[in-house]
Nanobody
Framework: VQLQASGGGLVQAGDSLRLSCVVS????????IAWLRQTPGEEREWIARIGSTGTNTYYADSVKGRFTISRVRDNPKNSVYLQMSSLKPEDTGVYYC?????????????????????WGQGTLVTVSS
């Protein structure tokens, strides 16, 4: 399984940005794709997750209502997007996409970093005030 994240950049507070993650290999054994981020001085945190069918989405409270995760199947690859709106300086950080590989993480653990076995390289988002 390989994941490649892109789309980061420097934006101003209130702007929008879309991150992309191309997923290849082992597609049929991937339960879900998530976006996680590491902001300065903080631990890496889970922020959004989308299931294998693309219909079930989940968000951390910190981004709910501002970020939207979506998924496009384009066999043999999948693309997962994170549309970010109303960005705040505290959204600054490195954003990673990651895969929950079969067997699927149980519901209560899906926001944990340990639920994701495969990771992309990260893309930097900087939001200036």
């Amino acid at each position: 399984v390989q994941l490649q994240a892109s789309g980061g950049g420097l934006v101003q507070a209130g702007d929008s940005l879309r991150l992309s993650c191309v997923v290849s290999g082992g597609i049929n054994s991937i339960c879900a794709i998530a976006w996680l981020r590491q902001t300065p001085g903080e631990e890496r945190e889970w922020i959004a997750r989308i299931g294998s069918t693309g219909t079930n989405t989940y968000y951390a409270d910190s981004v709910k209502g501002r970020f939207t995760i979506s998924r496009v199947r384009d066999n043999p690859k999948n693309s997962v997007y994170l549309q970010m709106s109303s960005l705040k300086p505290e959204d600054t950080g490195v954003y990673y996409c990651a895969a929950d590989f079969s067997p699927c993480a149980i519901y209560s653990s899906r926001s944990r970093i340990s639920a994701y076995e495969y990771w992309g390289q990260g893309t930097l988002v900087t939001v200036s005030s």
